[in-house]
């Protein structure tokens, strides 16, 4: 099944998280005609099926003053539990921005965040000397410039999606501690509350609302997303 059978709701709810997954479910309710209690409904269950796994936060690294690289891993397959471990060793490292598994000629594919060649060469070596046999080779690649167009299958007229542009030539953005702590929380869930941000942060609502406006003004914050797998579907 895939995105073909999706319901009319379900589709038009999916377009909106697709839009801004931080607006609230009332703000969008009214533009499609649903009630929040439906559309609360649907996009729990839509979360239960494992269509929507989850809500990120797409964020200029670039505006951080870091770089990105992306290795390509070929794994000597030992076990499902020695692939279990390199894999879980790579979520957990800090540089790690992303990682999926793939076929063909690679297993693997992973993007660290740097500050310089030097720091990404020392991650590297670090997750090779952990797992010598795991893995057989690597092609490293940088990223420059990614464009992100979003998923315009969800949607009759394609062009309403702007194209995200992340990385290239830019001059750092101003962040602080807190900043840095709201990107983080973000980054794991994008439609956590302003109030359970704040919560854990010791800041109030307001601070946290303006935080995050301020960091989608200086295109630090690109946008919120949901993450799918319309295989589930």
Do not use: H
Not at 85 to 101: F, Q, R
Not at 121 to 131: A, D, E, I, Y
Not at 161 to 185: F, N
């Amino acid at each position: 099944m895939g995105v073909n059978e999706l319901k009319s709701v379900e589709r038009s709810i999916l377009r909106e998280l697709e839009l801004n997954s931080r607006t609230s479910f009332s703000s969008f309710g009214k533009k499609i005609r649903k009630s929040q209690q439906q559309i609360s409904y649907t996009v729990n269950s839509l979360k239960d099926a494992g269509v929507i796994q989850n809500f990120y936060t797409t964020i200029d690294y670039s505006r951080l003053n870091v770089l990105q690289f992306r290795v390509y891993f070929k794994v000597n397959y030992i076990g499902e539990n020695e692939l279990k471990e390199l894999i879980d060793y790579l979520v957990e490292d800090p540089y790690t921005a992303w990682i999926c598994s793939c076929g063909g000629r690679y297993d693997l594919i992973c993007t660290f965040f740097a500050l310089n060649p030097s720091k990404f060469n020392k991650t590297l070596r670090n997750v090779m000397q952990k797992f010598p046999n795991q893995i057989k080779n690597y092609t490293i690649l940088t990223t420059i410039v990614m464009r992100k167009f979003g998923r315009k299958y969800l949607f009759k007229n394609p062009s309403i999606l702007p194209a995200r542009v992340i990385g290239g030539d830019r001059e750092p953005g101003e962040v602080d501690e807190i900043d840095m702590l709201i990107l983080d929380k973000l980054s794991v869930d994008a439609r956590k509350s302003c109030v359970d941000l704040s919560n854990e942060l010791k800041i109030t609502p307001k601070t946290v609302i303006n935080r995050i406006k301020k960091l989608q003004k200086n295109k630090i914050i690109r946008g919120f997303s949901p993450l799918l797998d319309l295989r589930k579907k």
